[in-house]
């Protein structure tokens, strides 16, 4: 008895599987923690001049769990982002130029982020 | 014949206009355009986060846009977009467990979703003016 070996790997035509949803509920599950660490940063933010805001995203505490949030969050949405063109846009010139531009924009988004945690961090005189 | 000639009106399947507004529909609705709504915001994030990285005066600049009257309520909205996604994706989530589908659960679910983020915004808001007020 034999089965084909496409259906063991059960990838199905696209050969992706159900990774994409995997992925989508997982960056799910760990943007929960890190938006309400978002939404609390910001709280604690308010008002605050550029040294503090400056001392406060350097805190390796921050920095780490703000880089983490750039991740996953901004995986989350280019998945995201990606189900919605294939549900709207029809026009293969269209869908197609916009799932690119998708990934650039999220992409882009990615490396300024981290750039500007990255540099805050390191230009910081030492934490503690 | 290289074009097929219509005759007459084919029927349609049903969209969006025929059906009875729903909260769970809404809801279904809501949490796609909150969530494209936050990968715009994104945006805000990144201005934020370079502007710190960059200088004071862009610092300056980003923090005066969002204490303008624009961008509060641009950062109202952020902050309700994030609380509906974010309860819309834990309902999602409950989803996956194969709980919540039938249809008492689904409605109280979905009204708990709304209702739950715009208490979370209040929240969250409340917290904010305590913060400033204090500093």
Redesign the interface.
Known sequence: MQTPFKRTQGLGSAGAGTGQFWTQ?LT??A??PL?IF??VLV??L??AD?EA??SS?ANPLVAVS?VLLICS??WH?CI??QT?IEDYLHRPRFKIAALILNVLFSGT?VA??L???L??SF?TPPFL | MKQAIRLRQRPLSPHLQIYRRHVTMVMSILHRITGAALYLGALLLAWGLVATAWSESAYGAFESFVGSPLGKIVLLGYTWALAHHLLGGLRHLVWDTGRGLERAGANAIAWGTLIGSIMLTAIVWGASHLIIWNS
């Open positions: 509920r799910a599950i943007n929960v938006a978002l939404v709280l604690t308010a008002g550029y805001a400056r995203i703000l969050g901004v949405m995201g982002m919605i988004i300024t982020c750039w500007a945690v540099k805050i230009n």
